[in-house]
C-alpha cells in the first residue's frame, strides 16, 4: 500500500455513500465488469487534488440527473494496486491515470473520461461532461 489506509478511507466513503461499490480485489474486478449487463461508471480513484476537486464531486452532481448508469463501481489507484491493475485491463488503449472515469455497456467500454478531461475543468463542469455521457451511453 502506498497510502495509509486512515488518510485515505474519506475518500473511499466519499463514493460509497453516493452509491458507488469499491472493488478492491482483482476477483472482485472480474466479478462486476466480465460479462457486465447494463451500464456501469468504474472511477479509478485517487488521493490527487483533482480527484478531490473535480472528479468526486462532479460524479456526486452528475448522479443527481434522471439518466445514471446501473452499477456505479471504484478502484483506488495507489491504494488496491491489483484491483486497479485489473480494471485498467478493460479500457486497452488508453493509459493508465487516475482520476479516470469508464462508462461500460453490456460488458464493453463505450466512453472514458481521462485525467486531462478532468483535472482542468470545475466539478460543474465535470458533472456536465459525466451526465452528456450517461445521456448517451445509459438511456
Known amino acids: 500500500m502506498l497510502y495509509d489506509p486512515t488518510m485515505i478511507q474519506p475518500m473511499r466513503d466519499e463514493l460509497t455513500s453516493i452509491g458507488f461499490n469499491e472493488l478492491k480485489t482483482p476477483e472482485q474486478v472480474d466479478a462486476k465488469l466480465k460479462n457486465a449487463t447494463g451500464t456501469t461508471l468504474l472511477l479509478v480513484n485517487s488521493v490527487c487534488g483533482c480527484a478531490a476537486g473535480q472528479a468526486r464531486p462532479g460524479i456526486a452532481l452528475a448522479l443527481t440527473n434522471n439518466v445514471v448508469p446501473d452499477s456505479l463501481v471504484t478502484v483506488f489507484a495507489g491504494q488496491d494496486i491489483e484491483a486497479t491493475a485489473q480494471a485498467r485491463s478493460y479500457i486497452p488503449g488508453y493509459p493508465p491515470s487516475s482520476p479516470a ?4 455497456k453490456d460488458g464493453e467500454l463505450a466512453a472514458m473520461i481521462e ?6 475543468n470545475t466539478a460543474d463542469q465535470v458533472a456536465a461532461l459525466l451526465v452528456n455521457t ?3 451511453h445509459c438511456s
Open 115 to 120: 485525467r486531462h478531461q478532468i483535472e482542468d
Open 134 to 136: 450517461f445521456q448517451e
Open 101 to 104: 472515469m469508464a462508462i461500460f
